[in-house]
């Protein structure tokens, strides 16, 4: 099995490639965002760490589990104790260039895994790597503005798509809270017309848009869902939108995705006239949690202080 470990900006390359590799890798692919990790996990298990400013404190922790459970790991990170810890465990690693926010070092991050799997023999993406380069100039962000436009009061935006593109529905999640300051959830279809499409029934939401992941070679089930939750939301709340993947391979296809939901976050943080770099939030978290001394904890079970 491979599990990648990581949260956040960091973690995402996990979530995207278990999108990317649903169709082609035969083996258990996994994402662990946390300071455990399932029980499977050990000798036979690729654990691949990203930790871009190597110093998360969750990300460290399952990386000494790893350690202990003689997983087979490779670690990607720009620095900090997980460049450290690598080091002095002869643990290999791809050192990234700093100074970014970690979500904006997702090709970095992303595209070194896909080196790595390379590397290891276990599969090819040079094609479709290419592929996706391609695309980029044929996208058409004007509609993407559009969309933008016509969300930019919306404080609750929801992203709904099918779960092969789970990790890019997060994602897309994800930019909305830490670039435009707003407050998203994501589901998937068509697990949410068993449960979430319920709360249309009633009320009106005046500060939700629905954003509809789509792909046009979707099963038809699937598009039908997208109609049918269209109906039931589009009187419900302030309005629906669409974003389609490019291209044939999976790679581009999540990817293409990526690529326009980020330009709709950097787009809303500028209409709404928000400072998209600033995440103080997430900054006291961490401040808040070294009280704790965790990543000491660890230096001291990995033998590396007395």
């Known amino acids: 099995n491979i599990v990648f470990a990581g949260m956040g900006g960091s973690g995402i390359s996990g979530h995207l490639m278990k999108d990317i590799l649903r169709d082609s890798m ?4 996994d994402v662990s965002s946390d300071y455990d990790f399932p029980a499977y996990v050990g000798p036979n298990t690729l654990f691949i760490c990203t930790s871009y400013s190597g110093t998360t404190e969750e990300t460290l922790t399952q990386f000494a589990e790893a350690v202990k459970r003689k997983c087979n790991i490779f670690s990607i990170t720009s620095g900090g104790k997980l460049s450290e810890w690598s080091d002095r465990l002869g643990i290999p690693y791809i050192k990234l260039p700093s100074g970014y926010q970690p979500r904006d070092a997702l090709p970095y991050l992303l595209f070194s895994v896909t080196s790595c ?17 391609g695309i980029i100039p ?31 529905l997060r994602r897309t999640a994800s930019q909305l809270a830490e670039n435009s300051k707003m407050l998203p959830e994501f589901a998937d279809l068509p697990e949410l017309n068993h449960n979430e499409i319920v709360g249309y029934e009633v009320d009106f939401h005046p500060d939700v848009s629905v954003i509809f992941i789509r792909d046009r070679a979707e099963r038809p089930e699937i598009a039908r869902r997208v ?19 490019y291209g044939d391979s999976q790679l581009a296809k999540v990817m293409s995705l990526v690529y326009q939901s980020d330009h709709l976050s950097f787009r809303l943080a500028e209409i709404r006239g928000v400072n998209r770099e600033q995440v103080k939030t997430i900054d006291k978290v961490k401040q808040d949690l070294r009280s704790l001394n965790t990543i000491e904890k660890l230096e001291k079970e990995l033998g590396f202080i007395s």
């Open 117 to 133: 799997l390379e590397n290891l023999g276990m599969q090819s993406f040079s094609s479709d790597e290419q592929e996706f380069l």
């Open 138 to 168: 044929t996208v058409d962000l004007a509609l993407i503005d559009e969309i933008a436009g016509a969300m930019k009061d919306s404080k609750y935006p929801r992203v709904y798509g099918p779960p092969r593109f789970s990790g890019v």
């Open 227 to 245: 109609q049918i939750t269209r109906e039931i939301a589009q009187n419900k709340v302030k309005g629906t939108h669409d974003i389609w993947s």
């Open 26 to 29: 035969d083996i258990p692919v």
